[in-house]
């Protein structure tokens, strides 16, 4: 859908309305919009496609995963400085990245002058991350 279009449904110039004459007074039906055009599952937008662009400025929260480990409330009253918790990953296996509490890639740690950092190696298949969007 243009701009154009958009900008005549909000003004009402691209609804036809009707109009009749009854006892209790005029009654009106339903306008007619144009039929809009929804992409499936199967429908990839480039991240370049205006229809995007209002998500563009919206914030969401990336965090990377090491690893999981579970511990009784006893173990974790314990750590203290210098503590160390093991996960159940290898330091050689890649780490999750994971935005909006979804995981959309696989990288692996990097040091960038002090700071760390992450190279992607792995993006998840589109059509996965759209079916866990929807859970």
């Not at 144009?34 to 937008?45: A, R, V």
């Not at 929260?61 to 203290?80: A, D, F, H, Q, Y």
């Not at 950092?117 to 969007?133: A, F, H, W, Y």
Request: charged content about 30%; cysteine-free.
């Amino acid at each position: 859908m243009t701009q154009e279009e958009i900008d005549a449904l909000i003004s009402g110039a691209g609804m036809e309305t009707k109009t009749s004459d009854t006892a209790k007074g005029v009654a009106i039906d339903t306008p007619n919009f144009p039929k809009m055009e929804f992409g499936g599952e199967s429908t990839l937008y480039s991240p370049l496609d205006p229809k995007l662009e209002l998500l563009f400025d919206l914030q969401l929260p990336v965090s990377i995963e090491l690893g999981r480990t579970n511990m009784l409330i006893r173990e974790i009253l314990r750590l203290g400085r210098g503590s160390v918790i093991e996960f159940d990953k290898l330091v050689s296996e890649p780490v999750d990245v994971l935005i909006n509490g979804k995981k959309v890639a696989e990288g692996e740690v990097v040091v960038i002058d002090k700071h760390f950092g992450i190279r992607i190696t792995t993006l998840v298949d589109p059509s996965d991350r759209l079916r866990s969007m929807k859970r």
